[in-house]
C-alpha cells in the first residue's frame, strides 16, 4: 500500500514494526514455532477451540508476523492469505513458509483498509495483529466488509482492564488503575507502537453497527506454570489474578440492516 493511503498511525507503526521485526522474531520465534496457540501464554487452539474446522475455509490473518499461526492453518487445510502491515515481518514469513513448504498469498497493508474484496472470506482472525494496532473503528468495519454472511471474525488482545492497570512507562501492570476507562480508544507512547482499545459497551456498539454478532468473548487466564517469552513470573501471577488478555469471537450476521 502507498504511504500516502496509510493513517498517520499506520505509517508510525510501520516504521516501528520495520525496526522491531528482527528482535522480536529473535526473542519470540522460539515460543511462536509453537504454533497454533493464543497469546503471550501460548493457549492451545486445540484447547479453546476458537477458530473450528478450518479446512476448505477461505481465511486471512490480520498483522500475521512472520506467519507462524498462517503456516500452521495452511497445514491443516484453509486457503490462507496473510496480512502485514510491515514489509520486514514479511520478509521474516516468506523465510518460514519456505522452510515448510507452505505457499499462500502475503499481502503487504494496513488492516484497516487492506485492498482485498468484499465478502472473501470465511475467517478473519489474529493474535495480538492488526486489530490491536490498527485504529478499530477502521479495523472492525473493515474486517466485517471482508467476512461472508456467517463469517467469523476473532482476534485476541489485551482486556481494557490491563491498559487501565498499566501505567504509562511501566514494565509492568500494577494492582491500581492508572489509565482513565471511558478515554480508552488510541494507547500512545514514545518509542512504541500505537495501540487500540475500546470499553466494553462501546465494543459491543461497534460490532452492532457492523452487523457483527457476539459469540464470546473468551478471558485467557493462564496455568500457574505458563511460561512466556513476552512475560515474567510477576505478569503471570497478576493474569492469574485479573484477566490480561482476552479473544473475541463474533460472527457476521446472517441479515442486513435496512441501511446497507
Ligand atoms: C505483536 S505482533 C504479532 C504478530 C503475530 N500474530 C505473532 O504472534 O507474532 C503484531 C503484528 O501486527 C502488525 N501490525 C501492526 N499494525 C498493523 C496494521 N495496522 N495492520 C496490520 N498489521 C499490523 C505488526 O507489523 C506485527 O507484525
Redesign the pocket.
Known amino acids: 500500500m502507498g504511504d500516502s493511503l496509510l493513517s498517520a498511525h499506520?505509517a508510525r507503526?510501520?516504521e516501528l514494526?520495520d525496526h522491531f521485526?528482527a528482535d522480536?522474531q529473535k526473542k519470540?520465534g522460539g515460543q511462536?514455532a509453537k504454533a497454533g496457540a493464543w497469546g503471550v501464554w501460548q493457549l492451545p487452539e486445540s484447547q479453546l477451540r476458537v477458530l473450528g474446522d478450518v479446512s476448505g475455509r477461505d481465511v486471512l490473518?490480520?498483522?500475521?508476523?512472520?506467519a507462524?499461526?498462517s503456516i500452521a492453518l495452511h497445514g491443516l487445510g484453509a486457503r490462507v492469505t496473510a496480512?502485514?502491515?510491515?514489509e520486514r515481518?514479511l520478509e521474516h514469513a516468506r523465510v518460514l513458509m519456505a522452510a515448510a513448504a507452505a505457499d499462500f498469498t502475503l499481502v503487504h497493508?494496513?488492516?484497516?483498509s487492506t485492498g482485498l474484496a468484499n465478502e472473501s472470506f470465511d475467517l478473519v482472525f489474529?493474535?495480538?495483529?492488526?486489530m490491536?494496532?490498527?485504529d478499530l473503528y477502521r479495523?472492525v468495519p473493515e474486517a466485517a466488509r471482508l467476512l461472508r454472511i456467517g463469517g467469523l471474525l476473532a482476534f485476541s488482545m489485551h482486556t481494557p482492564i490491563l491498559d487501565m492497570a498499566w501505567p504509562f512507562g511501566s514494565d509492568h501492570p500494577s494492582d491500581c488503575l492508572a489509565v482513565d476507562y471511558w478515554d480508552l480508544h488510541t494507547l500512545e507512547e514514545p518509542g512504541e507502537?500505537v495501540a487500540f482499545q475500546l470499553p466494553y459497551g462501546t465494543w459491543i456498539r461497534l460490532f452492532r453497527d457492523n452487523e457483527l454478532v457476539v459469540e464470546d468473548l473468551l478471558e485467557l487466564r493462564p496455568p500457574a506454570d505458563a511460561r512466556s517469552s513476552y512475560r515474567d513470573d510477576l505478569d503471570r501471577a497478576w493474569a492469574r489474578r485479573w484477566p490480561m488478555e482476552h479473544i473475541w469471537r463474533v460472527h457476521r450476521s446472517s441479515t442486513r440492516s435496512p441501511r446497507s
Open positions: 499506520a507503526n510501520r514494526w521485526a522480536y519470540h511462536l490473518e490480520l498483522g500475521c508476523g512472520a507462524q499461526w496480512l502485514d502491515n510491515s515481518q497493508a494496513s488492516a484497516e489474529c493474535d495480538h495483529g492488526g490491536t494496532y490498527g479495523t507502537a
